[in-house]
């Protein structure tokens, strides 16, 4: 008897817990999808995972240039270092890590590629008397492993 009635006591907490868990649950999402029409709404909010257009002039963006120009620079067969002249489209995705598409003026520099030595973009000077160019970039960066993989997707003569 003791034992039936602690099993009954058991099934009834159960219940109750999964009947207090399934209303939170839903309470929780219909705040979510209150907030979320009004964010969509207003426009304040991304989709999460989706592209976010950013502002070009972002100083975290901007701190990221030199690197991901380093990393261009590397793949291009080019003798001169390209340097950036300004950064004319960006957006981010949320992946695992974060994923931007830019596009990039860029120009060839005065600095030329010295396997012995390492070049700071800061420091070179446009070499005169070439058209500049606009670089598409994908690059994904994972800042806390200091990863970053830039990928070319295409290039145009201004």
């Not at 001169?80 to 994923?99: D, E, R, T």
Request: charged share 30%; proline share 3%.
């Amino acid at each position: 008897m003791l034992v039936t009635l602690l099993l009954f006591i058991g099934v009834m907490a159960f219940i109750h817990l999964k009947g207090d868990k399934e209303a939170s649950t839903t309470e929780s999402m219909t705040h979510i999808h209150e907030e979320s029409k009004t964010d969509m709404i207003l426009g304040q909010v991304g989709l999460m995972g989706g592209w976010e257009e950013r502002d070009p002039k972002d100083e975290e963006i901007l701190e990221l240039l030199p690197s991901i120009l380093m990393k261009v620079n590397e793949q291009s067969n080019d003798e001169y270092h390209l340097i950036p002249i300004k950064l004319l489209n960006v957006s981010s995705q949320v992946v695992g890590g974060m994923k931007y598409k830019m596009d990039v003026q860029v120009a060839r520099s005065e600095c030329k590629k010295n396997l012995e030595m390492k070049v700071d973009l800061k420091n070179c000077k446009k070499l005169k008397g070439q058209s500049d160019q606009v670089i598409t970039v994908e690059v994904f960066e994972r800042p806390w492993e200091n990863f970053l993989l830039v990928e070319i997707l295409e290039t145009k003569e201004l």
